[in-house]
């Protein structure tokens, strides 16, 4: 793996829709133009679009991003 610079971490919360409990995942913003910074510029930005879900307990595809937390 590549060891890119990032500008920011979060941590998205997920509620799986097939098994019904709260998974979060990991999502790290490279260091490029218009990058959000915080858990509301992310929140309007197409990096979460990009997000693709994965229930990692059931594999589900379906979830509905409850939260986001920055982690520093
Ligand atoms: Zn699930």
Same mark, same amino acid.
Request: glycine share 6%; with cysteine; hydrophobic share 45%.
């Given at each position: 793996?590549?060891? &890119?610079?990032?500008?920011?971490?979060?941590? /998205?919360?997920?509620?799986?829709?097939?098994?019904?409990?709260?998974?979060?995942?990991?999502?790290?913003?490279?260091?490029?133009?218009?990058?959000?910074?915080?858990?509301?510029? /992310?929140?309007?930005?197409?990096?979460?679009?990009? &997000?693709?879900? /994965?229930?990692?307990?059931?594999?589900?595809?379906?979830?509905? /991003?409850?939260?986001?937390?920055?982690?520093?």
């Amino acid at each position: 793996m590549e060891d &890119q610079a990032c500008v920011a971490r979060f941590e /998205l919360h997920f509620h799986c829709f097939n098994c019904q409990v709260n998974v979060s995942a990991f999502l790290d913003v490279p260091d490029v133009e218009g990058a959000p910074r915080d858990a509301e510029e /992310l929140g309007e930005s197409a990096f979460l679009q990009r &997000q693709r879900f /994965l229930c990692h307990r059931c594999e589900g595809a379906i979830g509905l /991003l409850v939260g986001i937390t920055a982690v520093t």
